[in-house]
């Protein structure tokens, strides 16, 4: 039962007081009490000949049922159940590169200008919506520093 507890919860801080291992003690001392005055003591008391053939016989199913779950655990256990491998198209590169990899070959649709270039490296916003944060800011003043919301305290961002 303390393994079950451990690997159904393995964080100790979210496991429930119930899968604790103190509980786990509790349970397994109610069992064994259980196990003495429901089933020992009655089957020890009797005189039928058919008690023995009986506790033999599921001692057998006992013994069977843990090597079936010895050899065929994914049959018993989801967690030893194997995910299936995506089928994938493996390309192997070449050995030698036959040309070094160039980013300005097609498909480009037109020839870059200067025009084009310096409106490009204008185009680039990387904290839209973010106001640089000012000199005499409560947080301190940082030049890499961002503001978002910077008039609502309380639904501020920072980045």
């Given at each position: 039962m303390l393994v079950y507890a451990k690997a159904r919860y393995p964080n100790e801080a979210f496991r429930p007081w119930f899968m604790m291992p103190y509980m786990m003690l509790i349970y397994s001392f109610t069992c064994s009490v259980l196990t003495l005055y429901i089933v020992e003591n009655r089957l020890r008391r009797r005189k039928s000949k058919w008690v023995v053939p009986v506790l033999s016989a599921g001692m057998m199913l006992i013994v069977c049922a843990g090597i079936a779950l010895f050899y065929y655990p994914s049959?018993?256990?989801?967690?030893?159940?194997?995910?299936?491998?995506?089928?994938?198209?493996?390309?192997?590169?070449?050995?030698?590169?036959?040309?070094?990899?160039?980013?300005?070959?097609?498909?480009?649709?037109?020839?870059?200008?200067?025009?084009?270039?310096?409106?490009?490296?204008?185009?680039?916003?990387?904290?839209?919506?973010?106001?640089?944060?000012?000199?005499?800011?409560?947080?301190?003043?940082?030049?890499?520093?961002?503001?978002?919301?910077?008039?609502?305290?309380?639904?501020?961002i920072m980045n």
């Open positions: 049959t018993f256990s989801v967690l030893s159940q194997s995910t299936p491998i995506a089928k994938t198209n493996v390309s192997i590169p070449p050995e030698k590169a036959l040309d070094r990899p160039n980013m300005s070959q097609p498909p480009r649709k037109e020839e870059p200008t200067l025009a084009k270039l310096l409106a490009a490296a204008d185009d680039w916003k990387p904290n839209p919506g973010y106001v640089d944060l000012e000199q005499d800011s409560p947080f301190g003043y940082y030049e890499y520093a961002y503001e978002l919301n910077p008039e609502k305290l309380d639904n501020l």
